[in-house]
């Protein structure tokens, strides 16, 4: 070991921010098909959402991809006492406006905007549906301008199916420069409808970055919704996403959006903090060790017997130490170091969190 300490100057550290990005491919097949009996989708007593699994939810390989809920204000024109699950999906509305838009000067809660101006009131998405990404896949968040969700407009059983209805791609286009930040959840970005890879048509809805949460606006939807019975060639459920909504359960709805998807893609992010010290040694620091082993009958043994030489130890590890003498973090060298009065070294130790 060392055998004195070097307190570290305002100079002697940097901190540096690294994002790191992973692209995240979701296939159609995946969600709305892969498996028999749909055994990588799991539905759950309480019936609030469906969880969406890589592999058959039981095998001890499965992920976790995302989860698949609906809902709607108090005040959209179909909320009625009488709606399948009504109270659930008033419920499951809230708590999402709760979360990602917040309350309002009255303490009320208040509705998703289709433009992120809270301050209107004409363009409120009041019936969503919501994509709730597992944090395994969007890490710290989603990479802004890079989230592409490519769905139909109407629903079927299988995946690739020609009655499917017309694909569409909504994305986040343009939101590396153009997001919103009036958000308690953080930064978001406006989903647009686009069918050839340009921002335009109508706001779909949005997606929160820092969440990972997708919501879509119902509206997008047109035609029957539903998961269509590939023996009796109907639709279960109810032929629009309006009848869906308020005539059947949010199972059910999870399962008629499963079947439009066809595509998911985005980049995560992995926000990596670093503190780098410099660890600096001076042609007069560091050339003694006090390791008992460093002296045999009084005489430093790497000095070869030349009383006349220059001490010389030879640095392993540095250790990084609190204001109060406490080793706080070690840092192995991959080979030992000469020191001598004839040199100096600088070691730079990171530090990642």
Same mark, same amino acid.
């Given at each position: 070991m @060392?055998n004195s300490?070097?307190?570290?100057?305002?100079e002697?550290?940097?901190?540096t921010?690294t994002?790191l990005?992973?692209?995240?491919?979701?296939?159609?097949t995946?969600v709305?098909?892969?498996?028999?009996?749909?055994?990588n989708?799991?539905t759950?007593?309480?019936?609030?959402?469906e969880? #969406?699994?890589d592999?058959p939810y039981?095998?001890?390989?499965?992920?976790? +991809?995302f989860?698949v809920?609906?809902g709607?204000?108090a005040d959209?024109f179909?909320s009625?006492? /009488?709606?399948?699950?009504n109270?659930?999906?008033?419920?499951?509305?809230?708590?999402?406006?709760q979360?990602?838009?917040?309350?309002?000067?009255?303490s009320?809660?208040?509705?998703f905007?289709?433009?992120?101006?809270?301050?209107?009131s004409?363009?409120?998405m009041?019936?969503?549906?919501?994509?709730?990404? @597992?944090?395994?896949?969007?890490?710290?968040?989603?990479?802004?301008?890079s989230?592409?969700?490519?769905?139909?407009t109407?629903?079927s059983a299988?995946?690739g199916?020609?009655?499917?209805? +017309?694909?569409?791609?909504?994305?986040?286009?343009g939101?590396?420069t153009?997001?919103?930040?009036?958000?308690p959840?953080?930064?978001?970005?406006?989903?647009?409808?686009?069918?050839d890879?340009d921002?335009g048509e109508m706001?779909a809805?949005?997606v929160?970055?820092?969440?990972?949460?997708? #919501?879509i606006t119902?509206s997008? *939807?047109?035609g029957?919704?539903?998961q269509?019975s590939?023996?009796a060639?109907?639709y279960?459920?109810k032929?629009?996403i309006?009848n869906?909504?308020?005539g059947?359960? +949010?199972?059910?709805i999870a399962?008629? *959006?499963?079947?439009?998807v066809d595509?998911?893609?985005?980049?995560?992010?992995?926000?990596?903090n670093?503190?780098i010290y410099f660890?600096r040694a001076?042609?007069?620091e560091f050339?003694y060790? @006090?390791?008992?082993?460093?002296?045999?009958?009084?005489?430093?043994?790497v000095k070869?017997?030349n009383?006349? @030489?220059d001490p010389?130890?030879?640095?392993?590890?540095?250790?990084?130490?609190?204001?109060d003498?406490?080793?706080? /973090?070690?840092a192995k060298l991959?080979e030992?170091?000469k020191?001598?009065?004839s040199?100096?070294l600088t070691?730079?130790?990171r530090?990642?969190?």
């Amino acid at each position: 070991m @060392a055998n004195s300490f070097k307190t570290l100057q305002g100079e002697d550290t940097a901190t540096t921010r690294t994002l790191l990005h992973e692209a995240i491919p979701i296939t159609g097949t995946i969600v709305s098909g892969t498996y028999v009996d749909d055994a990588n989708i799991k539905t759950f007593s309480h019936g609030m959402y469906e969880a #969406v699994y890589d592999y058959p939810y039981l095998s001890s390989s499965a992920n976790h +991809i995302f989860d698949v809920t609906a809902g709607y204000s108090a005040d959209w024109f179909g909320s009625s006492s /009488a709606n399948t699950q009504n109270a659930k999906k008033i419920n499951i509305y809230n708590q999402m406006a709760q979360v990602l838009v917040g309350y309002d000067t009255g303490s009320q809660i208040q509705e998703f905007d289709a433009d992120g101006s809270t301050s209107t009131s004409t363009d409120k998405m009041q019936a969503c549906i919501f994509v709730n990404f @597992a944090r395994l896949l969007v890490k710290d968040e989603i990479k802004k301008n890079s989230f592409r969700l490519s769905l139909a407009t109407s629903a079927s059983a299988l995946h690739g199916d020609a009655n499917r209805g +017309i694909l569409k791609t909504i994305g986040d286009y343009g939101a590396q420069t153009d997001y919103l930040t009036n958000s308690p959840a953080g930064e978001y970005g406006l989903l647009y409808t686009s069918s050839d890879g340009d921002a335009g048509e109508m706001i779909a809805g949005h997606v929160y970055y820092q969440a990972g949460i997708a #919501v879509i606006t119902s509206s997008f *939807f047109s035609g029957a919704f539903g998961q269509l019975s590939a023996s009796a060639g109907y639709y279960v459920g109810k032929d629009g996403i309006s009848n869906a909504l308020t005539g059947t359960t +949010i199972s059910e709805i999870a399962n008629g *959006f499963r079947f439009t998807v066809d595509d998911i893609s985005f980049n995560n992010t992995t926000e990596l903090n670093s503190t780098i010290y410099f660890c600096r040694a001076n042609n007069t620091e560091f050339n003694y060790s @006090a390791n008992p082993t460093y002296l045999s009958s009084s005489e430093i043994r790497v000095k070869g017997q030349n009383p006349a @030489a220059d001490p010389v130890s030879y640095i392993t590890t540095v250790g990084l130490y609190s204001p109060d003498n406490e080793l706080l /973090a070690v840092a192995k060298l991959s080979e030992p170091l000469k020191k001598s009065p004839s040199n100096e070294l600088t070691l730079r130790v990171r530090l990642d969190y």
